[in-house]
């Protein structure tokens, strides 16, 4: 077996090593990034559901105010109907500017994870390809010192 055919088994070997070692990496990346998603998507779920509990709450209290108003009398009927209407229509407008406020902080949280996982996998991958192609220059290095070596004992005999 010729030298040439020594190096390039070596070299091949270094590769199936260089190959395996960056198949682990992309997938411990990818494991990484998918639980930050899914860190930021479950704040976000609790987020909205505990707004949800708040409306219950804050529907619950409009209809004990109707019910105290109603109780008073048939004849105030008509001032009711058009103070519940009101009421109806301002406490609908606080729940969504509420809900509405709740849910954008939780959706910008949400964006904010998932953008910082995106950065983080896009540092690690650049420091993975510079890491592999510093391997991969180091065994052409070595090659290319060699069969230059091999060359000039060549030249000089």
Do not use: P
Not at 101 to 111: G, P
Not at 117 to 138: E, T, V
Not at 139 to 155: A, D, P, S
Request: glycine content about 8%; charged content about 25%; some cysteine.
């Amino acid at each position: 077996m010729c030298i040439r055919d020594r190096c390039f088994i070596i070299w091949r070997s270094a590769m199936s090593v260089h190959c395996r070692i960056n198949s682990k990496l992309s997938t411990a990346l990818s494991r990484r990034v998918r639980v930050g998603i899914t860190a930021a998507w479950g704040a976000w779920v609790g987020v909205f559901r505990y707004g949800r509990s708040h409306e219950t709450l804050i529907r619950r209290g409009i209809m004990k105010m109707v019910a105290s108003q109603l109780a008073r009398g048939f004849g105030k009927w008509r001032e009711v109907v058009r103070n519940t209407r009101e009421s109806r229509r301002a406490m609908a407008g606080v729940v969504r500017r509420w809900l509405n406020r709740h849910l954008s902080s939780a959706w910008n949280r949400w964006r904010a994870e998932a953008l910082a996982g995106s950065d983080k996998k896009r540092r690690l991958a650049g420091a993975i390809c510079r890491w592999r192609h510093q391997s991969l220059n180091a065994g052409w290095n070595k090659w290319r010192e060699y069969w230059g070596e091999q060359v000039q004992g060549r030249m000089l005999v």
